[in-house]
C-alpha cells in the first residue's frame, strides 16, 4: 500500500472498469475513467455473465475474489434494476477427477446428472449485461465520477494524476508495455428466443466444442469457443452452425428456435494468470487489473476491492 492519495484514472470502462471506479470512488477519491469504447460495446456486451471462473486459474486469490464478487452480486439481486438474479443451473464434467476448487466459493452445492452425464448443481448470480451495465454505469457517475472517452497508448499520455489503474481487458498489457503473457480467447455465441427455460447449463468438456446454454429474462445465449490467439471478430457461420447442434443436443427446447442476435468478443487471456499488482517503472503510482480471462463478471467485485486497498486511502 501506498500513502494516501487523491485524485485516480482508470484506464477502462468495462466491467473490471467501472467496478474499479465504483469502489475507489466509495473510498473517497476523485475518480476519472478514460476509455474508448462503452462497457456494452466491447466484450463485456457479449458474455453471458454467469457467474464462474471460466478461463482463469482457481488460484486462492482468484476464488477470494469469486467468493466477494458472489455476495457482492447476491445482495445486487434484490434490486430489480440492476439486472442480476440469482439462478439454478449444473456445471457438467466429463472428467473422473474435475477440478471442483471453485465450489468453496458458492454457499451450497449437490451433485447432479444430466443426460448421463454428471455434474454439480448450484445457484449463482446470472447478469443481464446490457442492464446491469447500464445501472453500474449510472452508478459510478452519481458518485461523481467523470469519463472522457479517448484512446491512450500509456500511463504517461493521461495529464498528472496521483494515480493509475489499467482496467482494459487485451488493451492492458500494451498499455503498460511490460507483460508478454496476454492473449486473446475468441468468443462467439448465438442468442436465441427462449422456449421458457429458466436454469442454466455448462458442459466445458463436451468431445464436440465448448457449449454453454443461459437463459435470460428475453433470449438465451448460447456458446460457445474459446480460441487463443484469435483476434478474428467475424461471426463465423460454421462455428454458429456447430453451437446451435450442441445445444440443441443438450436442451432439446432450443431445436428451432429463432436467432434473435449474434456476437464475438475477445476474453483477455494471461498465461501468468490475473493481474492485480502495483507496476513499477512508471512516473506516478500504476496499477494492474486485467488478465480475466472468461471471468470479468465473476471477479469484478472482488478484485475492484483489491484494487482499492492497493491504492489506499483518500
Not at 75 to 92: D, F, K, Y
Not at 98 to 103: M, V
Not at 196 to 217: A, F, H, K, M, Q
Not at 247 to 265: C, K, M
Request: with cysteine.
Amino acid at each position: 500500500m501506498v500513502g494516501a492519495v487523491g485524485s485516480v484514472t482508470v484506464v477502462g470502462a468495462g466491467v473490471i472498469g467501472l467496478s474499479v471506479a465504483y469502489e475507489l470512488a466509495v473510498a473517497g477519491h476523485e475518480v476519472r475513467i478514460v476509455a474508448d469504447r462503452e462497457a456494452v460495446d466491447g466484450v463485456s456486451g457479449v458474455a453471458a455473465a454467469i457467474w464462474f471462473p471460466h478461463d482463469v486459474d482457481h488460484s486462492p486469490s482468484v476464488l477470494d475474489s469469486a467468493a466477494v464478487t458472489y455476495r457482492r452480486l447476491e445482495e445486487l439481486a434484490g434490486n430489480p434494476s440492476t439486472g442480476v438474479h440469482m439462478r439454478p443451473g449444473t456445471v457438467l464434467s466429463r472428467h473422473p477427477d474435475p477440478d471442483l476448487s471453485w465450489t468453496r466459493a458458492v454457499p451450497h452445492t449437490e451433485p447432479a446428472e444430466w443426460a448421463g452425464t454428471s455434474g454439480i448443481r448450484c445457484v449463482v448470480p446470472l447478469v443481464e449485461t446490457s442492464t446491469y451495465l447500464t445501472w453500474l454505469r449510472a452508478a459510478v457517475l452519481s458518485l461523481g465520477v467523470d469519463v472522457d472517452w479517448t484512446e491512450v497508448k500509456a500511463p504517461a499520455d493521461l495529464p498528472p494524476s496521483d494515480a493509475v489503474v489499467v482496467a482494459a481487458g487485451l488493451r492492458s498489457a500494451a498499455l503498460l508495455g511490460d507483460d508478454p503473457d496476454c492473449f486473446p480467447i475468441r468468443g462467439q455465441v448465438v442468442r436465441l428466443a427462449n422456449p421458457g427455460l429458466t436454469e442454466w447449463i455448462t458442459d466445458s468438456d463436451n468431445p464436440d466444442g465448448l457449449t454453454y446454454v443461459v437463459p435470460r429474462l428475453g433470449d438465451v445465449v448460447c456458446g460457445g469457443t474459446g480460441e487463443v490467439g484469435s483476434w478474428d471478430e467475424r461471426i463465423d457461420p460454421d462455428i454458429e452452425a456447430g453451437i446451435l447442434r450442441r445445444v440443441s443436443a443438450l436442451v432439446p427446447e432450443l431445436a428451432g428456435q429463432p436467432v434473435l442476435s449474434r456476437a464475438t468478443g475477445l476474453r483477455p487471456g494471461r498465461s501468468g494468470g490475473v493481474r492485480v499488482e502495483a507496476v513499477a517503472g512508471h512516473d506516478r503510482p500504476v496499477y494492474a487489473c486485467y488478465g480475466h480471462g472468461g471471468a470479468g463478471f465473476t471477479l469484478s467485485w472482488g478484485d475492484a476491492a483489491r484494487i482499492a486497498t492497493l491504492v489506499g486511502p483518500a
